[in-house]
């Protein structure tokens, strides 16, 4: 149900825009887990596209926005660094809007794309 794509290899400060096809009306939100590390938070978006949550790490560097009749989620994420490295997941689920920063609330999971971020 969920499909993320639109990752690759970028050098330090470029961009990169994150694709997600995610039909019906679910919140959606994208996780990233880098090497060695835990899965975290990266942005969520209600289905309406009306709401939208950041991770502190990417606040003023990365949007997220949806095109509902494309059923379609982007991630445009700007002024990458190294440290962006990661595979990067698409979740949804329905329901309230509270709680979207924790995987653990999702029901649908995409497989990952990796995005390189080199210095």
């Known amino acids: 149900q969920l499909q993320a794509s639109g990752g690759g290899l970028v050098q330090a400060g470029g961009s990169l825009r994150l694709s997600c096809a995610a039909s019906?009306?679910?919140?959606v939100g994208w996780f990233r887990r880098a090497p060695g590390k835990e899965r975290e938070f990266v942005a969520a978006?209600?289905?309406?596209?009306?709401?939208?949550y950041y991770a502190d790490s990417v606040k003023g560097r990365f949007t997220i926005s949806r095109d509902n009749a494309k059923n379609t989620v982007y991630l445009q994420m700007n002024s990458l660094k190294p440290e962006d490295t990661a595979v990067y997941y698409c979740?949804?689920?329905?329901?309230?809007?509270?709680?979207?920063?924790?995987?653990?609330?999702?029901?649908?999971w995409g497989q990952g794309t990796l995005v390189t971020v080199s210095s």
């Open positions: 979740a949804g689920r329905s329901g309230s809007y509270y709680t979207l920063e924790a995987g653990s609330s999702y029901t649908y």
């Open positions: 019906g009306r679910i919140h």
């Open positions: 978006i209600i289905w309406s596209g009306g709401t939208t």
